[in-house]
């Protein structure tokens, strides 16, 4: 089992406004090269109700928290050790919300969060679409919100009302920026600009770029096979970009305040 490097997780909630942007592609992806990095990685899919990070990887969820939630099974029953070597919890696996007690639930996902604190290095959490409340709860709780920003001027629109809502309650949200469907890096460089412009113009704001996922066949045939890009193809241009940007979080992850990778033990002399 490979070895936590850090001393604490970084917790990144993986965001849009719109759906279908690519946040649960982002996010399997980037667990997956972050493990193939030698990190230790969770992933937490929060689209509770929708959830598909398991049916992207073609794996069987043993449990949700909504069980835990509901005393069907304990936290430790619920956590999915995947093929792609990282932790998976599902929120929910069933659209029927109305069977959620909301206070309890948010307790029973923090209860999760701190378990996986204690054994991951990365944790991911992938949101549902929209402003909900799910997403800000993720957002709460991790050390930077990634947003997946696409160049339609719908989405662009509907990221940017998303971000607008959370900068009204704390104007300093760290918040950084991956660009799917892009047509190469010009194209995402491109894309971030104009959305950077308006939330510079609106919000006196700039986000972070982390990097591009290019529109690619490959990423659609990957979910029909349910095996990740990053997986099957890891020489791929895709996969090399999607390396990037968990280079980026990495580089992120180290500035955070205690973050520095534990120091290597040192030697004993038996001189
Ligand atoms: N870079 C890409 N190139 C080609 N197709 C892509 C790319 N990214 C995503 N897709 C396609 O878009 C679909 C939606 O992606 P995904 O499920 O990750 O979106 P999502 O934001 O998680 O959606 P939801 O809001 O419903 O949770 C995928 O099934 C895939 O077919
Ligand atoms: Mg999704």
Same mark, same amino acid.
């Given at each position: ?13 993986? $965001? ?31 689209? @509770?109700?929708?959830?598909?990070? $398991?049916? #992207? ?25 995947? %093929? ?20 309890? #639930? ?32 993720? #957002? ?5 919100? #990634? @947003? ?9 629109? %509907? ?8 900068? *009204?309650? %704390? ?13 190469? *890096?010009? %194209? ?14 609106? +919000? ?54 205690? +973050? ?10 038996? $001189?």
């Amino acid at each position: 089992m490979i070895q936590r490097k850090f001393n604490q997780s970084y917790i990144v909630g993986i $965001a849009s406004g719109k759906g279908g942007v690519g946040k649960s592609i982002v996010t399997v992806n980037l667990a997956e090269t972050l493990v193939q990095m030698g990190y230790r990685v969770a992933v937490v899919d929060a689209d @509770l109700g929708l959830s598909n990070c $398991a049916a #992207l990887i073609n794996e069987s969820i043993p449990g949700t928290v909504l069980d835990v939630m509901n005393g069907k099974s304990t936290i430790n029953e619920i956590i999915l050790e995947t %093929d792609g070597g990282y932790s998976l919890v599902t929120g929910a696996d069933e659209p029927d919300v109305d069977v959620m007690d909301w206070s309890v #639930l948010y307790p029973t996902l923090d209860q999760v969060l701190r378990k996986l604190r204690t054994e991951n290095d990365f944790i991911l959490i992938d949101t549902p679409a929209g402003a909900s409340d799910l997403s800000f709860w993720a #957002l709460d709780r991790a050390d930077i919100g #990634l @947003l997946v920003v696409v160049g339609e001027p719908t989405a662009i629109s %509907d990221v940017y009302r998303f971000c607008k809502f959370v900068l *009204e309650v %704390d104007p300093t949200y760290p918040f950084a920026a991956v660009v799917n469907f892009a047509e190469n *890096e010009d %194209d995402a460089h491109n894309v971030l600009k104009r959305f950077n412009t308006i939330v510079n113009h609106f +919000m006196n704001r700039e986000f972070p770029y982390l990097g591009f996922v290019p529109m690619d066949d490959l990423v659609r045939k990957s979910v029909s096979d349910q095996l990740p890009v990053t997986r099957s193809n890891p020489d791929s241009h895709v996969s090399k970009e999607i390396n990037f940007v968990s280079s980026a979080l990495v580089g992120l992850s180290q500035k955070k305040t205690g +973050m520095a990778a534990k120091k290597p033990v040192p030697k004993v002399s038996h $001189a």
